[in-house]
């Protein structure tokens, strides 16, 4: 497994795209997104949650 990035925008208007080019430029080979999550409301979106979950895996 290489990289792992996370992407999350609220449902106001941006898109995932240019943070999804920039993590792909980096690096990252595998990108989990959480659209109309916001960093507001909670810490968490199912996306997250996923990542988290992988990156434990991988690290155990």
Known sequence: ????????????GPSA?????ALREAGCDRIFTDHGVSGTRGPVGPS????????????S
């Not at 990035?5 to 106001?12: K, P, Q």
């Not at 997250?48 to 690290?59: I, L």
Request: aromatic residues 6%.
């Open 1 to 12: 497994m290489g990289t792992i990035g996370y992407v999350r925008v609220s449902t106001a």
């Open 17 to 21: 795209e240019l943070q999804t080019r």
């Open 48 to 59: 997250s949650t996923r990542c988290w979950t992988t990156c434990v895996k991988v690290t």
